[in-house]
């Protein structure tokens, strides 16, 4: 039963807005106490998540796993041929867009009077033309990245670590290098988006009253469970998904997939500012999707894959609480 409950929500509602853009939120107070995220519910979809996971790279082993790599190597050959052209594409139509609403800085929530900044955002769209002018888009989005923290602070911003990825990847391809230990540009956004989702997902479980008002409005969103295990299940989901993007290549294609599908879908239910706010991802999902580089595989390595899971949860999960501790001044642990 609660396998079909978690795959269910893997297809369906892990592809919800995110909540900041649509509903009141309070960075302010105190998360859900620790005792009360980590109950049996999450202990059983943490292992759920982990069987899931091992399934994946054992799956990637067989013949199977290799006939499935040959089929998404062909169906996203367009799109790993054109990774720059669409990344470009559609980050220029998005700072287009920020700069059409005006009044926010990256995203719906960042609202600013700073009527300047628009118009810095429709330059920085102007720099992705050229593949030379990348590193100066590069900088634009640092320095729109560094605004919104002396606007909302550090703690909100560790929401969109995305973003610092994809300036990486605009000043990498703009000068046509890699960084240091082989990380490709590319590789680049993929850590950075797996971060940001992780990070998310631990968001869920400490604030899951922030979506409520959601479920009011779109009663479907819940199966029919409660809103409270619910938001347990969507968070559990992102973050089997989000640390799939730093596992092998099959898993992270198949999850990146998986993620960009429940992005667009969002899209139907929420409209406009939806779509806007989630461009840049669903592009760097599809572009993780088809990118076909390779690695050994290792069964040791996968059996260590409980072991790096538990790890980035726990390491997550201390650290949204001990920086909202540190920065925003919360006292339940």
């Known amino acids: ?16 807005a995110h909540v900041k853009w649509f509903c009141a939120y309070d960075l302010v107070g105190a998360p859900r106490g620790l005792d009360e995220v980590l109950c049996a519910d999450f202990e059983k979809l943490v292992g759920l998540s982990v069987l899931a996971l091992l399934v994946g790279g054992l799956l990637e082993g067989t013949v199977l796993g290799a006939a499935l790599i040959r089929s998404l190597d062909r169906t996203t050959a367009w799109a790993r041929a054109n990774t720059e052209l669409m990344f470009r594409a559609v980050l220029g139509a998005f700072f287009v867009a920020l700069w059409t ?23 920085i769209a102007t720099g992705f033309l050229w593949r030379r002018t990348m590193p100066l888009t590069a900088l634009g989005i640092v320095v729109l990245f560094a605004t919104a923290v002396a606007e909302y602070g550090a703690f909100h911003l560790a929401d969109y670590p995305i973003f610092l990825g994809l300036a990486g990847y605009c000043a990498l391809t703009g000068l046509g290098r890699a960084l240091p230990g082989n990380v490709r540009p590319l590789d680049l956004v993929r850590y950075t988006a797996a971060v940001t989702l992780m990070w998310a997902s631990v968001e869920k479980w400490a604030y899951p009253q922030w979506s409520y008002p959601l479920f009011i409005e779109h009663p479907a969103m819940t199966l029919g469970f409660t809103g409270e295990f619910f938001m347990k299940a969507a968070g559990a989901v992102e973050f089997a998904l989000a640390f799939a993007l730093v596992c092998t290549p099959l898993v992270r294609r198949v999850a990146a997939i998986l993620l960009a599908a429940t992005f667009v879908t969002a899209i139907f239910e929420f409209g406009k500012i939806d779509a806007i706010g989630h461009a840049p991802i669903i592009v760097a999902m599809v572009a993780i999707a088809a990118d076909n580089a390779t690695a050994p595989y290792r069964l040791r390595s996968l059996a260590l894959t409980p072991v790096g899971f538990g790890a980035a949860l726990a390491a997550f999960i201390g650290l949204y609480y001990g920086a909202h501790a540190l920065l925003q001044g919360s006292t339940v642990l």
Do not use: R, S
């Open 101 to 123: 609403l005006g009044g926010v800085i990256l995203t719906p929530e960042l609202k600013t009077a700073n009527t300047a900044l628009p118009w810095f955002q429709l330059a």
């Open 1 to 16: 039963m609660m396998t079909t409950t978690l795959l269910t929500l893997a297809g369906t509602n892990a592809a919800m």
